[in-house]
């Protein structure tokens, strides 16, 4: 894949309510199906290899070199709490910019870049995991499964979150 995926047309990027089109970059964690916004993906990579940072948060994987920059590879599997992926072979990169920092989101595979409806958007249901409905703006029911939106200033949010009372 190694290409970038950001269409040269948008329409409402924004997940909210309401008419229009929603554009995401579809990725796979685990089977489940995840979205990013579009416009907040800068680039698409095939494997890198990445450095360990230690004494690192367990969910910063490490960082890599995108081009002559450092970028932190963050483990979404982990980030999730999902089981590890360290059996599931290499996983691809969903390079995304945010706060004018870059930041490596490893999955498993990357998918498309999907247009859905805004009428299909709903809130997280009170099932989802907790741990997604936590970085999670929503969902979009589709067809045969459920696009679980991620909120990248909230999977970004790497400081130790206290346990709810």
């Given at each position: 894949?190694?290409?970038q995926l950001v269409p040269t047309e948008h329409r409402n990027a924004k997940?909210?309510?309401?008419?229009?089109?929603?554009?995401?970059v579809t990725v796979y964690i685990d089977g489940q199906l995840f979205g990013f916004p579009v416009l907040q993906v800068q680039d698409v990579l095939a494997p890198q290899r990445i450095?360990?940072?230690?004494?690192?948060?367990?969910e910063v994987a490490?960082?890599?070199?995108?081009?002559?920059?450092?970028?932190?590879a963050i483990d979404i599997r982990k980030r999730l709490g999902m089981?590890?992926?360290e059996?599931?072979?290499p996983?691809?990169?969903?390079?995304?910019?945010?706060?004018?920092?870059?930041?490596?989101?490893l999955v498993d595979s990357v998918g498309e870049v999907l247009s859905v409806d805004s009428a299909t958007f709903e809130s997280n249901p009170a099932t989802l995991d907790?741990?997604?409905?936590?970085?999670?703006?929503?969902?979009?029911?589709?067809?045969?499964?459920?696009l679980i939106i991620l909120d990248v200033s909230r999977l970004l949010n790497l400081l130790p979150r206290g346990e709810a009372a």
């Open positions: 894949m190694g290409q997940d909210t309510k309401g008419g229009g089109q929603n554009e995401f450095t360990p940072v230690p004494l690192a948060p367990p490490g960082s890599l070199n995108l081009r002559g920059r450092i970028v932190t089981a590890g992926g059996n599931k072979g996983r691809m990169s969903v390079v995304i910019d945010h706060g004018g920092e870059l930041y490596s989101l907790p741990r997604w409905r936590d970085v999670s703006n929503g969902i979009h029911r589709l067809k045969d499964t459920l």
